[in-house]
């Protein structure tokens, strides 16, 4: 465990230098979900969501429903982009001298993940905190749900962040799954337009990312003061979520441990 932690810190350490080495960039991590929350805020006041049949939102709350959508996304978009990113280790050599060390694979890839999740996001979550005080009126909900949804969140978060540095690691080319994650999480998960109201099609890929879970238990927790009981389901398929992200990556890990001590590459697909 004393390893595990040590790699853990020096992997968070080591991100923090490589990406996060100027002030300029939280700037730049604030202002393109900022702008794109504005845009979309002003193209939903053309509409009467009074008609949208959906129980959490309306016209008053319109404000918090979006930022909480953009909050949350906030989380996982970091961890798509840095998985992208920490991709470049096996170009730059970075990748063969950890596996010539005997340091815990599984270690590398979370403390890569917790590093960009914290990092990428907290200037967002500062601001959506002020607002969400702002805004406290329009605010239902209880200590507990909101503690125990948040925990879930940030373990769903790090452990998808893994999973994808586990395929952008190990495969000769995963640029496109860039491409697919990138927007498409945004549009089907329901940060803009609530879930409900999508074609049957756009639901089924919906329940592919596990942001439309996180979105949705935050917004019934914060807008409709929803229990722990009330959204059981949201949880209870979290935590499904959070078991194949796990056996997941520890396949990946072990299957390409074995693949590169046979051939001596690190590419496994």
Not at 175 to 187: N, Q
Not at 239 to 245: D, G, M, N, T, V
Request: proline residues 3%; glycine residues 4%.
């Amino acid at each position: 465990m004393r390893a595990f932690i040590k790699t853990l810190l020096a992997e968070i350490k080591k991100q923090h230098k490589n990406y996060f080495h100027s002030k300029i960039i939280y700037i730049s991590l604030f202002l393109w979900p900022l702008l794109s929350f504005i845009t979309t805020y002003y193209s939903f006041q053309t509409f009467d969501l009074m008609k949208s049949n959906v129980i959490y939102i309306t016209q008053g709350n319109v404000i918090i429903y979006l930022l909480i959508g953009y909050m949350v996304m906030s989380f996982f978009r970091s961890l798509v982009q840095s998985a992208w990113n920490f991709s470049f280790e096996r170009v730059s050599g970075t990748l063969e001298l950890i596996y010539l060390s005997p340091t815990n694979r599984a270690a590398v890839l979370l403390g890569n993940a917790v590093a960009s999740l914290f990092e990428s996001i907290i200037v967002m979550l500062v601001f959506s905190v002020f607002m969400l005080i702002l805004k406290k009126e329009e605010i239902n909900a209880n200590v507990i749900p909101c503690v125990v949804l948040f925990l879930i969140i940030m373990v769903m978060a790090s452990l998808w962040g893994m999973f994808l540095n586990s395929i952008f690691l190990f495969s000769r080319d995963s640029g496109f799954l860039f491409t697919i994650l990138e927007e498409p999480m945004e549009i089907f998960s329901g940060v803009k337009v609530p879930t409900e109201l999508f074609p049957v099609w756009a639901k089924v890929l919906s329940v592919i990312f596990p942001l439309t879970y996180a979105i949705e238990g935050t917004r019934r927790v914060l807008l409709l003061g929803s229990s722990l009981y009330d959204i059981r389901n949201l949880i209870f398929i979290s935590l499904i979520i959070i078991s194949i992200l796990i056996s997941s990556i520890m396949i990946i890990i072990n299957k390409v441990e074995k693949h590169t001590r046979m051939t001596g590459n690190l590419t496994l697909f």
